[in-house]
């Protein structure tokens, strides 16, 4: 089973900064089968980036992925005031299990 | 619009069983496979398994291997989750998600709340 660590764990910036968040994966991903999503309170996970650097449908530019192998990020270029919440990574390879990092809060400093 | 509306919260107890309903509307059920993951309060994001849609064939994470059973009804468009032997350690919000084939989990239900207490 690959096991994701994100880092940090917690990430704490003013609307208008840059956040930087980090996926280690235990072994390689194959085909970059790795992806990103959302969760505020309350609320279900919504995807914001699939295959390491694709957006999903609606996601602002803002958001951009990178990364392969066992090493990933997800960077927010402008922190926006609805975009302090909690991000997973998780990797979905070939064949299950597909897990999920531990997951990165930003919060507001 | 891609709608996946889940049944309502439970409170059960330790030793029961409990069966979560998906329904998904707004796109060909068959063209997807329906994972399941839940989320323990406070707590991050679980992977606990999936149902093909190609071939109906389902894969479990190994912790749950012989409690869990995922199965789905096409004439209806339901998919189901069915936890055996509860533990206070289920006590969680289980979600439903469309696989895709980009990559991820594309749509999500809006969550069930499974409360395991004597």
């Known amino acids: 089973e690959i096991v994701l660590t994100q880092s940090p764990g917690t990430l704490s910036l003013s609307p208008g900064e840059r956040a930087t968040l980090s996926c280690r994966a235990s072994q390689s991903v194959s085909s970059s089968y790795l992806a990103w999503y959302q969760q505020k309170p309350g609320q279900a996970p919504r995807l914001l980036i699939y295959a390491a650097s694709s957006r999903a449908t609606g996601i602002p530019d803002r958001f951009s992925g990178s990364g392969s192998g066992t090493d990933f990020t997800l960077t927010i270029s402008r922190l926006e005031p609805e975009d302090f919440a909690v991000y997973y990574c998780?990797?979905?390879?070939?064949?299950?299990?597909?897990?999920f990092g531990q997951g990165t809060k930003v919060e507001i400093k | 619009q891609v709608q996946l509306v889940q049944s309502g919260a439970e409170v059960k107890k330790p030793g029961a069983s409990v069966k979560v309903s998906c329904k998904a509307s707004?796109?060909?059920?068959?063209?997807?496979?329906i994972s399941w993951v839940r989320q323990a309060p406070g707590q991050g994001l679980e992977w606990m398994g999936w149902?093909?849609?190609?071939?109906?064939?389902?894969d479990y994470a190994q912790k749950l291997q012989g409690r869990v059973t995922m199965t789905t009804d096409t004439s209806t468009n339901t998919a189901y989750m069915e936890l055996r032997s509860l533990r206070s350690d289920d006590t969680a919000v289980y979600y439903c998600?469309?696989?895709?084939?980009?990559?991820?989990?594309?749509?999500w239900g809006q969550g069930t709340l499974v409360t395991v207490s004597s």
């Open positions: 149902i093909s849609d190609y071939n109906g064939n389902t």
């Open positions: 707004g796109y060909t059920f068959s063209s997807h496979g």
């Open positions: 998780q990797q979905y390879g070939s064949s299950p299990p597909w897990t």
């Open positions: 998600a469309r696989n895709t084939r980009m990559g991820g989990f594309d749509f």
